[in-house]
């Protein structure tokens, strides 16, 4: 095969992908991989998202007379994890040079 030959049709293959990318930008179901793949992944978060709301709603609807989360947060406090909702934590961290720094308010 000769140099001519290749480049030739190399030549050829980029004026069909030129092609192929105009069509797409005028026309975007000419171009079914490109406009199906984008639909499918914003059809498969707006899925994920119903999912994640239905979950949540179920979580937090199934039984509201349940306060087990108040028994294992009183464990946990027993067994020494500190309250990050205490004043004197709240205090510190608001004196706290570095974790202002990395939240960017110092």
């Given at each position: 095969m000769s140099m001519g030959y290749i480049f030739k049709k190399l030549a050829q293959k980029l004026v069909q992908?030129?092609?192929k990318q105009a069509s797409a930008s005028t026309n975007p179901?000419?171009?079914e991989n490109v406009f199906?793949?984008?639909m499918t992944h914003s059809a498969l978060n707006l899925y994920e998202h119903k999912c994640d709301i239905n979950n949540f709603s179920k979580l937090v609807l199934s039984d509201p007379e349940n306060d087990s989360?108040?028994?294992i947060m009183d464990e946990l406090f027993a067994s020494g994890v500190k309250d990050?909702?205490?004043k004197s934590k709240l205090t510190q961290l608001s004196d706290n040079k570095r974790f202002l720094r990395d939240l960017g308010l110092d």
């Open positions: 992908e030129r092609e179901i000419g171009n199906l793949n984008k989360h108040n028994r990050p909702f205490e």
